[in-house]
């Protein structure tokens, strides 16, 4: 974790509307490492390593929700050697990070399906969620094996599974169903790397969500760029299909 002694320059502070939650899709880490010459791989460890002080900052800022999409259920497609390296970093990332995340107040969620991963893998996970179940200072939901899609199918599994009769269906209640349950919709979704597309990520909860799109690498995005993502926020006029507020 980066200085917990950090301080918000006058300029930081003038931030407001500080969204309630943010997305990364923290993309381009195979075109970091290849511009460089180094395996894909690389760029996966060195995206890894960008997190932390992205967690430092989105504290800083006031950001009280963070979703990370870090491995998607379509990424498995991808030679298995890429995968195994993924998987391995993202195993190794919990395991060493833990006592920091804990202390820097720290709750983390998994976001995703857990079939596919390694049992020890998922007890890591579990005992990462068990151990930080407690902390306020910043909530992380890390979607690894994560799809939007999927994540709307499980939800309707549960939901017919309960027998719930047809008049029962509203979007709360779906909503209640999907790996989000309580926490409120992403205001923002930042991708790296200037793609222009959501890849499956929280599709149903991104109904308003703005978008923002940054040709900066995901193991190059740093605290000011995501100034400079909430900054464009608060530009945003956002209407929610109703009409602008009236100008005073
Ligand atoms: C994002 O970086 C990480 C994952 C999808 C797992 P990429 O690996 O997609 O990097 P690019 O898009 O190939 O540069
Ligand atoms: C989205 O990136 C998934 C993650 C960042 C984890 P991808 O690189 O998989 O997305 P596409 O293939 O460019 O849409
Ligand atoms: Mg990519």
Do not use: C
């Not at 790996?179 to 991104?206: C, H, K, V, Y």
Request: charged share 25%; hydrophobic share 40%; no cysteine.
């Amino acid at each position: 974790m980066a200085d917990p002694e950090a301080r918000l320059s006058a300029r930081e502070a003038r931030l407001e509307r500080i969204p309630q939650h943010v997305g990364i899709i923290m993309d381009g880490n195979g075109r970091w490492a290849q511009a460089r010459g180094l395996p894909r791989t690389a760029g996966h460890q060195a995206g890894a390593e960008r997190l932390r002080e992205v967690l430092q900052a989105a504290m800083d800022f006031g950001i009280p929700i963070l979703t990370v999409y870090a491995f998607s259920t379509e990424n498995w497609s991808r030679p298995r050697q890429e995968v195994q390296a993924i998987l391995q970093i993202f195993h190794r990332a919990i395991a060493t990070e833990l006592r920091q995340l804990q202390e820097a107040g720290i709750r983390l969620k998994h976001l995703g399906r857990t079939e596919g991963l390694a049992p020890e893998l998922v007890s890591k996970i579990r005992e990462a969620e068990a151990l930080t179940a407690n902390n306020q200072r910043l909530h992380l939901n890390i979607a690894f094996n994560y799809g939007g899609r999927a994540d709307i199918v499980d939800a309707v599994k549960r939901i017919v599974a309960k027998g719930l009769p047809p008049e029962a269906i509203t979007e709360q209640l779906i909503a209640e169903h999907l790996t989000t349950a309580g926490q409120p919709d992403p205001d923002l979704i930042i991708r790296t790397a200037g793609e222009m597309r959501l890849s499956n990520f929280l599709i149903w909860q991104a109904a308003y969500a703005e978008f923002y799109s940054t040709p900066t690498l995901w193991p190059d995005f740093g605290r000011e760029e995501l100034y400079q993502a909430l900054l464009a926020y608060q530009r945003r006029e956002r209407r929610f299909g109703g009409l602008r507020p009236a100008s005073s």
